[in-house]
């Protein structure tokens, strides 16, 4: 089965601070997705990634960059976090087809205070 | 853009009962899937079950069934024999057929089932 795994569960920042946000899959997926989750607002795409070193804008990417390097790490950056970037961060893989379903990580409550 | 709309935030259900929640989405696309994601308190997403838009037999998966109206642009989640575990939230969303990276989440709603 294929596997997602986030670094952290929890994290909490200083404003200002710059925050890494680490996703692996294990599945030579070539679709990797960073999405926001917040109350009454469902998942929130931030970026996504169609194979290494590529990358897209999702809706909400303004205070975010992504890193991918390697197929397997997609890496989320907040260069200066902020106190309204404290949300769960979902992480997501898949293979490309409109068929393909996401699989996902188990999240990043992240608090910037 | 697309949109998904889930206009229940909270639903109860009884255990062994049954419970049928909304979704419904706006698209002037003609190819495209829809999914049920699953998310337990552990918070891991889960899919739960999916439907092409060009068949017109409803999914069934076990106890989880839908109910896809193309005309009407709805798509519910039937959940029968309800347990404990399918205490959850659940999200509906919609992936589009010409641009497979985009998938559009609803708000989600959150069930619970009382024993």
């Known amino acids: 089965d294929v596997k997602v795994t986030q670094s952290s569960r929890y994290l909490v920042k200083r404003t200002g601070e710059k925050v890494f946000l680490e996703c692996v899959q294990d599945m030579d997926h070539e679709n990797m997705f960073w999405y926001r989750q917040d109350p009454g607002l469902g998942l929130r795409l931030i970026y996504f990634s169609y194979d290494v070193k590529m990358k897209e804008k999702g809706d909400i990417p303004e205070g975010y960059s992504v890193s991918r390097e390697k197929k397997e790490r997609f890496s989320l950056i907040l260069e200066s976090a902020s106190t309204n970037q404290t949300s769960m961060y979902l992480c997501?893989?898949?293979?490309?087809?409109?068929?393909?379903?996401?699989?996902f990580g188990s999240g990043t409550q992240l608090s910037v205070l | 853009a697309q949109t998904v709309t889930q206009s229940q935030p909270e639903m109860s259900v009884q255990e062994a009962e049954t419970v049928t929640l909304s979704c419904t989405y706006d698209?002037?696309?003609?190819?495209?899937?829809l999914f049920w994601y699953k998310q337990p308190p552990s918070r891991q997403m889960i899919l739960v079950i999916r439907?092409?838009?060009?068949?017109?037999q409803n999914a069934t998966e076990n106890r989880f069934s839908v109910n896809f109206q193309k005309a009407a642009k709805s798509f519910s989640l039937k959940i029968s024999d309800s347990q404990l575990g399918d205490a959850a939230m659940y999200f509906c969303?919609?992936?589009?057929?010409?641009?497979?990276?985009?998938?559009?989440f609803g708000s989600g709603t959150k069930l619970n089932v009382k024993p």
């Open positions: 698209t002037s696309e003609s190819d495209y899937y």
């Open positions: 969303a919609y992936r589009s057929g010409f641009n497979f990276n985009k998938f559009y």
């Open positions: 997501a893989s898949s293979l490309t087809g409109r068929e393909e379903k996401l699989f």
């Open positions: 439907q092409e838009a060009y068949k017109q």
